[in-house]
Nanobody, 123 residues
Framework: QVQLVESGGGLVQDGGSLRLSCAAS????????MGWFRQAPGKEREFVAA????????YYVDSVKGRFTISRDNGKNTVYLQMNSLKPEDTAVYYC????????????????WGQGTQVTVSS
């Protein structure tokens, strides 16, 4: 049974930082590309960042480039999202997801999803 469990969300002030973690179990972690998505209230879920299985290539949505960093530790079966210079518009539920294919910027490219963690940035 595959499980993805996010943690690290919370309330932070404008300009602050958070690090999200996603612990995976029940799958060969290094074989999966991992992604982070987010869904703000009243909006569709959107792609944030992705990292391939080896960790050597990353992708970001333009709005987070230079502020967010995705990384992974295959020895710990965990993917991270370091979020710096947070803005109120980053407020959302953040989800991690696992994919075997290469369509990493779209939801249907992912096979497994976590339950999400809330990130709230106050102005």
């Amino acid at each position: 049974q595959v499980q993805l469990v996010e943690s690290g969300g919370g309330l932070v002030q404008d300009g602050g930082s958070l690090r999200l973690s996603c612990a995976a179990s029940g799958l060969t972690f290094s074989s999966y590309h991992m992604g982070w998505f987010r869904q703000a209230p009243g909006k569709e879920r959107e792609f944030v960042a992705a990292i391939i299985g080896s960790g050597t290539i990353t992708y970001y949505v333009d709005s987070v480039k230079g502020r967010f960093t995705i990384s992974r530790d295959n020895g710990k079966n965990t993917v991270y999202l370091q979020m710096n210079s947070l803005k109120p518009e980053d407020t959302a539920v953040y989800y991690c997801a696992a994919a075997l294919g290469i369509r990493l910027r779209v939801e249907d490219g992912y096979k497994y999803w976590g339950q999400g963690t809330q990130v709230t940035v106050s102005s």
